[in-house]
């Protein structure tokens, strides 16, 4: 039976997002979640985690949203000490590859002075770009961890889980699983990525993907979603691999 790992990213990102994630994974179909070590709800996360030990919790590598974790940066940052909020190949070739490589070591033993570390996954996907290679290259031979896949390269590492990113915008449905059951069942194990939220202030201004979440939450945690799950194929989290 395939095993479907729910992964429920940005947690840390608002109070709204933490609370929308643990409710996900106590009501609903959620056993995985990544956490944004830069954000300010962080601690609280954190918290929240400890009295839900059994959600997996991985790294939600981070550059493109809020502030980072060290405070010399020069190359990530825009003038107001705050990440450069589009990320693509041709913005890395401007940044240093030690810059992003130390930050993304930093927010990693963040995590894990709170918590066991299941994976490693980024924020927008930065870690699948071409131009960061060397940099999770790097990443991956210090703490050989099971990462989210999705890359644009080949990228020869045995602890590589496929990403199924469709669970997103316009794509979600009450009947998104039963749709996508044949494509689903074609994997032996699959990330499928989503973001369960509460709402708040906070989530408004720092993302246009704020409304969506609520549809995301209703249908993660619905009975019919539930049940068709259960029936169909295994949960599981990083941490059970």
């Not at 790294?59 to 990320?87: A, G, Q």
């Not at 889980?161 to 449905?173: A, C, Q, R």
């Amino acid at each position: 039976m395939t095993k479907l790992i729910i992964n429920a990213d940005d947690f840390g990102l608002s109070e709204g997002v933490n609370y929308g994630i643990i409710s996900a994974y106590k009501s609903g179909v959620v056993r995985s979640t990544s956490t944004m070590a830069n954000m300010p709800w962080f601690e609280h996360a954190m918290e929240l985690l400890k009295e839900n030990e059994n959600l997996g919790c991985g790294v939600h590598m981070t550059m493109s949203c809020y502030k980072p974790v060290l405070s010399n940066l020069k190359t990530m940052v825009d003038e107001n000490d705050y990440f450069i909020r589009r990320i693509t190949n041709e913005v890395i070739e401007n940044m240093d590859l030690d810059e992003i490589y130390e930050e993304f070591c930093a927010q990693i033993e963040k995590v894990r002075t709170k918590t066991d570390i299941t994976h490693l996954d980024s924020h927008h996907h930065v870690h699948t770009l071409e131009k960061l290679r060397p940099v999770i290259e790097r990443i991956l031979e210090k703490y050989d961890l099971p990462i989210r896949g999705g890359f644009e390269y080949d990228f020869n590492y045995s602890k590589i889980i496929p990403l199924i990113d469709t669970f997103y915008g316009e794509n979600v449905s009450y009947d998104y699983f039963m749709k996508k059951i044949d494509h689903l069942k074609s994997y032996e194990i699959a990330d499928i990525m989503c973001h369960p939220a509460y709402v708040d202030d906070f989530l408004m201004k720092t993302t246009s993907y704020s409304m969506a979440r609520i549809n995301e939450h209703k249908i993660l945690t619905s009975k019919d979603t539930k049940d068709f799950i259960q029936d169909n194929f295994l949960l599981t989290n990083y941490r059970e691999l």
